[in-house]
C-alpha cells in the first residue's frame, strides 16, 4: 500500500521497534500516525513531527479499550501490531501466569486490536495490517518456550486474518524479526540490528506488498535455510 498521505496506528510506541516504527512512517510521509501506548507520557513526539503525530492510551490486553481506540482514530488505514511481550522460561518450568501474560501480549492483544481496527480500515476503503512475529514464531528457542508459542500462535492467527480480511480490501503481512537491540533484547547476546534499520525495513516491506517481511539480515538467513531444511533450524534453535 502506499504509505504516503495514509494514516497509521502502532501500538507499543513508547520505546523500542514501536518509537522507530513512527519515525520511519513520518520519513514515508505518512499524514497521520497515531502513536498508542499503554501510559501516553512514555510517547516521545519526534520534534520535526509538525502534528502528524497524535498520542493514544491502549493497552492491547483490553479488548475495550481497543474498541475505544478505534472509535478515537477513525481515519486509521495501516494498524501496526507492534506490541509485545518476553519472558524466559522453558515448557516444563515456566509459570502459568507467565505463559498467559505472553499470549496475553503477543496473541490476544494483536487480535483485539485487529477485531477493532478491521471495520475502521474497511470503511475507509482498504489499507493493511502489520502483525510483528518473530523468527522464533518459525522454530523454537527452547527457553523462550511461551514467547515461541504466543508467537507462533500469533502467525497461525495472522494466516487466517490473511484469508478473513482479504475480501475486505486489507492486506495482512508477518514480521519475522531476529534479534532487534531493544529493551526486550537486552539480555540476549546474538548480534543485533538497531530498530530504526527494522522499522524502516517494515515500512519498505509494507509499500512494497511483502506479505512476510524478513527485516534484517539474520532473519533472512534463517528463513532461506528453514525452507530449504526447517529440521536443521529446528535442531540448532534447540541446540542455542
Ligand atoms: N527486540 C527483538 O529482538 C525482537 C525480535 C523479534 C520480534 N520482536 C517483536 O517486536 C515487537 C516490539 O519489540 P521491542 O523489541 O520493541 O520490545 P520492547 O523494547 O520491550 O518494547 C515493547 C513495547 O510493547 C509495549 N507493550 C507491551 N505490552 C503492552 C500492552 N499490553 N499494551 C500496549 N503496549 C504494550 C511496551 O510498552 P510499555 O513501555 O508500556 O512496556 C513497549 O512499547 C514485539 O512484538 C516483539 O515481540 C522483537
Not at 482498504?126 to 504466543?150: D, E, F, K, Q, R
Amino acid at each position: 500500500m502506499q504509505i504516503t498521505g495514509t494514516t497509521a496506528l502502532v501500538t507499543g510506541a513508547s520505546r523500542g521497534i514501536g518509537r522507530a516504527l513512527v519515525a520511519a512512517l513520518l520519513d514515508a510521509g505518512a499524514a497521520r500516525i497515531y502513536a498508542t501506548a499503554r501510559r501516553p507520557a512514555d510517547v516521545a513526539i519526534p520534534a520535526d513531527a509538525a502534528g502528524r503525530v497524535v498520542v493514544l492510551p491502549l493497552d492491547v490486553t483490553d479488548a475495550a479499550a481497543a474498541a475505544a481506540a478505534a472509535q478515537q482514530a477513525g481515519d486509521v488505514r495501516l494498524l501496526i501490531n507492534n506490541a509485545g511481550v518476553l519472558d524466559f522460561g522453558g515448557a516444563l518450568d515456566m509459570p502459568a501466569d507467565l505463559l498467559a501474560r505472553n499470549f496475553a501480549g503477543n496473541f490476544f492483544g494483536p487480535l483485539n486490536v485487529t477485531r477493532a481496527f478491521a471495520p475502521v480500515i474497511e470503511a475507509n476503503g482498504g489499507g493493511a495490517v502489520v502483525n510483528l512475529l518473530t523468527i522464533v514464531a518459525l522454530a523454537s528457542m527452547p527457553g523462550l518456550a511461551g514467547y515461541n508459542a504466543s508467537k507462533a500462535a500469533a502467525w497461525s492467527m495472522t494466516q487466517s486474518l490473511r484469508a478473513a480480511l482479504a475480501p475486505k480490501n486489507i492486506a495482512v503481512h508477518a514480521v519475522f524479526p531476529g534479534p532487534v537491540d531493544t529493551d526486550m533484547a537486552a539480555a540476549i547476546t546474538f548480534p543485533k540490528t538497531s530498530p530504526a534499520d527494522v522499522a524502516a525495513a517494515i515500512v519498505r516491506g509494507v509499500a512494497e506488498g511483502s506479505e512476510d517481511i524478513f527485516p534484517d539480515p539474520m532473519s533472512a538467513q534463517v528463513y532461506e535455510g528453514w525452507r530449504q531444511d526447517h529440521k536443521a533450524v529446528e535442531r540448532q534453535f534447540a541446540a542455542a
